[in-house]
């Protein structure tokens, strides 16, 4: 059995999130399922499908939001994010980016889903999630999850 389910989402920066959520829901057919406005950025989610989604966020005056046409320059990918099998998985995965220096193991709750951060080789980050209510109902800010509740 594979450790990771696939491609959680791909964080992409963008200039005008209306714009990007209009597109994708027009063109692809993906279905809005979150979107919020903070003080600091707008962000929504676009489920493509099952567990993967598209995770556009606008940050006022970021340089990176415009992409860049060519290939290997874009620079405008934010972070992406892997989907773990199961609570087990997700556990023994954690355990493992720790023991590699690759993470501090500290685990968000956000409602819908849990997440641990990571830094790949080169220095990405990266998210390890497991969700919880595919429908993403109830999301909300990132909340730090005590050890004992991570399980």
Known sequence: MPLLAGLNHVAILTADLDRFIEFYTRVFDLKLVFSEETPAFRHAIL??????????????????????????DRGHLDHIALTASSPADFEGLRRRLVEQGASNGEVEDMGAFRATWFKDPDGMRGELVLVLDPELQGVHEPRKVVAAAVA
């Not at 993967?52 to 940050?59: D, E, I, K, M, S």
């Open 47 to 72: 489920r493509i499908s099952g567990q993967a989604w598209l995770h556009p966020a606008q940050v006022k005056g970021n340089p990176h939001a415009a992409a860049v046409p060519r290939m290997f």
